[in-house]
Nanobody, 118 residues
Framework: QVQLVESGGGLVQAGGSLTLSCAAS????????MGWYRRAPGKQRELVAS???????NYADPVKGRFTISRDNAKNMVYLQMNSLEPKDTAGYYC????????????WGQGTQVTVSS
């Protein structure tokens, strides 16, 4: 009954900004790592950004300096602030959570679409 729900996607012009949100619910405890992946047309899904429960962050090179990940551990929510968006950022964005209790469990959201027009 663990569920991840994304929101905040939409259509923006190049140079614009969007903020994505992801809420985790159910018997998930406190995930060791939460983050965002994306899948663009014709490409495989790739890591965008991740953050541990101890606030260690990791960013993909193409988004460094433009995107910022943040996390609310008490509410099990993770956010992605996206600035200076480019058409190549157009993709489905997916929330991810990893839990390490005896074994590793990984959960995914349904995705939210981000489209950037030129």
């Amino acid at each position: 009954q663990v569920q991840l729900v994304e929101s905040g996607g939409g259509l923006v012009q190049a140079g614009g900004s969007l903020t994505l949100s992801c809420a985790a619910s159910g018997d998930i405890g406190r995930p060791n790592t939460m983050g965002w992946y994306r899948r663009a047309p014709g490409k495989q899904r790739e890591l965008v950004a991740s953050m541990t429960s101890g606030s260690t962050t990791n960013y993909a090179d193409p988004v460094k300096g433009r995107f910022t990940i943040s996390r609310d551990n008490a509410k099990n929510m993770v956010y992605l602030q996206m600035n200076s968006l480019e058409p190549k950022d157009t993709a489905g964005y997916y929330c991810n959570a990893e839990v390490r209790r005896v074994r590793i469990s990984t959960y995914w959201g349904q995705g939210t679409q981000v489209t950037v027009s030129s």
